[in-house]
């Protein structure tokens, strides 16, 4: 339906949170999106944040890719252009949060606020009583008001403790359900997340059983419609790696790419090659070379076996073509990777140095990344890791945090390739991104 008054459209939609990670966010995002996919609705899913895993299981679940809602990463025009394109679409839009709904600068409520959205808080609930409904007083209230809050229990053991959380809710929360305690439905982790949807054979079966649970609770309907403005029409991008084939590696590997990045090279005339560091032979015909991030560390012997692919790279750097490597990507490019359990593997040897896993988180948090002869404004990341690297190599600069403006990853050039910790989300800077690619000056 169209709202004249402000020239939008008005769509059923909904931000899904919660008071901390691991509370069920993405698995219930994920179970609603199949839900009424499977009832023949046209679902759009947005993740708050940065993020790679989630989307991919959003995406699962919808049938549609996941793109990023960042108020500083992808920024608020971003942001409402891609909400405005999906209302045009769809029948219900989903926008998961990120940790807890007020953690972060800008938080999960602030999108909230800023977008009008009515927040679905998910609770842990199995280990409290009482106490839910003064969790859930306290989310609804910290800070400036929210568009409306309802509030699912998960991992609720019997009825009557399901009654006993519904009882403590003050007035003004409503009662979303409660969802029982069901390990075959859940969804594995390990160190950076959530196993990506190709990697859970049975992840449709894990979330039809969820959908089936929220179908029977009061959740399981629409939830009010929002009205998302018409964006004003973008500008076309300068054509600036017209004629060029960037190849672009994907595999078990090398898995974190946002959609926009992909659409962002396409936008700016680029040809996309997908290449597979850890089954292929040689580079496709390319003009250029980005290495996404992934789990190399969980690879890294077939990716040091695969030696006719780490000669390619070579080459591929000795003869000059531009190549961006970004957190795994950039991993496999040093002299050698030692995996979690302390084994060294040689990798491509573009960069002087040792990378090497470790049990503790090493970074997290938003960059700013500049580097001389990049025109316009710094390219906007994140980084997120769980490896240190030692090299002799000097960084060319450093990223920098929008937080505080501390110093943040290296930036290492050799040649023509840029390498960092860092992914960029291309669209924040399409015309540096196709600088780093070789692409024509503008």
């Not at 004249?4 to 059923?12: K, N, S, T």
């Not at 990670?21 to 199949?34: I, P």
């Not at 991030?293 to 040091?304: Q, T, W």
């Not at 450093?398 to 110093?407: C, L, T």
Request: net charge negative; aromatic share 6%; hydrophobic share 45%.
């Amino acid at each position: 339906m169209t709202n004249p008054l402000r020239g939008g459209r008005a769509v059923p939609a909904l931000l899904v949170a919660a008071p901390a990670s691991g509370q069920g966010k993405t698995t219930v995002t994920a179970a609603l999106a199949r839900l009424h996919t499977r009832q023949g609705r046209s679902v759009r899913v947005f993740k708050t944040g940065p993020d790679f895993l989630d989307p991919s299981l959003l995406a699962a679940a919808s049938g549609v890719p996941v793109h990023s809602i960042d108020l500083w990463m992808t920024g608020e025009a971003d942001a409402r252009a891609r909400l405005a394109e999906a209302a045009e679409l769809a029948d219900l839009i989903l926008v998961e949060g990120v940790m807890g709904l007020h953690d972060g600068t800008p938080s999960s409520a602030d999108v909230a606020r800023r977008f009008g959205l009515p927040v679905l808080a998910v609770i842990q609930a199995g280990a409290m009583a009482q106490t839910f409904g003064a969790l859930a007083y306290g989310l609804a209230h910290y800070g400036a008001p929210l568009p409306g809050m309802r509030v699912l229990a998960n991992g609720v053991g019997t009825e009557r403790h399901a009654a006993m959380l519904r009882e403590s809710l003050p007035p003004g929360i409503d009662w979303a359900g409660a969802l029982a305690r069901d390990a075959s439905a859940s969804l594995p982790e390990r160190h950076l997340g959530l196993f990506s949807a190709d990697e859970l054979p049975d992840l449709m079966t894990r979330l039809d059983r969820l959908a089936d649970a929220l179908e029977a609770l009061p959740i399981g309907v629409l939830p009010p419609p929002v009205v998302f403005p018409a964006a004003p029409a973008a500008s076309p991008l300068p054509r600036a790696l017209a004629g060029k084939t960037i190849a672009i590696a994907r595999d078990d590997a090398f898995r974190f790419v946002y959609p926009a990045n992909v659409d962002t090279l396409f936008a700016l005339g680029a040809h996309v090659a997908w290449f597979s560091p850890l089954r292929d032979s040689a580079l496709p015909a390319c003009d250029a070379v980005w290495l996404p991030g992934g789990y190399p560390e969980l690879h890294a012997g077939r990716l040091a076996a695969n030696t006719p692919m780490r000669d390619a790279l070579r080459r591929a750097h000795a003869d000059g073509m531009p190549m961006l490597a970004e957190c795994g990507g950039m991993m496999t490019l040093f002299d050698e990777l030692v995996d979690e359990d302390g084994v060294g593997h040689d990798m491509a040897g573009l960069l002087p140095g040792t990378v090497t896993m470790q049990q503790r988180l090493a970074a997290i948090g938003h960059q700013a990344v500049t580097l001389p002869g990049l025109p316009g404004e710094p390219l906007r990341g994140h980084t997120f890791h769980y490896s240190k690297t030692e090299s002799p190599l000097s960084p060319a600069a450093h990223a920098v945090s929008p937080r505080d403006g501390a110093p943040g990853e290296a930036i290492y050039r050799a040649g023509t390739l840029t390498a960092s910790y860092v992914h960029l989300y291309f669209p924040s800077n399409p015309l540096a991104i196709a600088a780093l690619l070789g692409g024509k000056a503008h």
